[in-house]
Nanobody, 118 residues
Framework: QVQLVESGGGLVQPGGSLRLSCLAS????????MGWYRQTPDKQRELVARITSGGSTKYADSVKGRFTISRDGARNTALLQMNSLKLEDTTTYYC????????????WGKGTLVTVSS
């Protein structure tokens, strides 16, 4: 079992920045990919960014050039640096992890709310 805890959400003005953190605990040796997803208006989760244990990344088109995902050396923390935030980035962000490098996420955190507002 892996437990994920997100932090770093909050209120920011348009054009501002936030950094989200995801700390994994438990059987972290099983973690392959980690990723950040966000809730859509119809309550689905869409990919924001994901990163393999080797550092390969994938981003949603809507965040390319603005968001950067990274992992620490111990591979139990995933960070999402969000710059140039837009009103439409407002939603709950979830951290997930997978037992594989490119498969579906198996574990999820409870989410952290990001609100972009003037």
């Amino acid at each position: 079992q892996v437990q994920l805890v997100e932090s770093g959400g909050g209120l920011v003005q348009p054009g501002g920045s936030l950094r989200l953190s995801c700390l994994a605990s438990g059987s972290t040796f099983t973690i392959g990919a980690m990723g950040w997803y966000r809730q859509t208006p119809d309550k689905q989760r869409e990919l924001v960014a994901r990163i393999t244990s080797g550092g390969s990344t994938k981003y949603a088109d809507s965040v390319k050039g603005r968001f950067t995902i990274s992992r620490d050396g111990a591979r139990n923390t995933a960070l999402l640096q969000m710059n140039s935030l837009k009103l439409e980035d407002t939603t709950t962000y979830y951290c997930g992890c997978s037992n594989t490098q490119y498969g579906d996420m198996h574990y999820w955190g409870k989410g952290t709310l990001v609100t972009v507002s003037s």
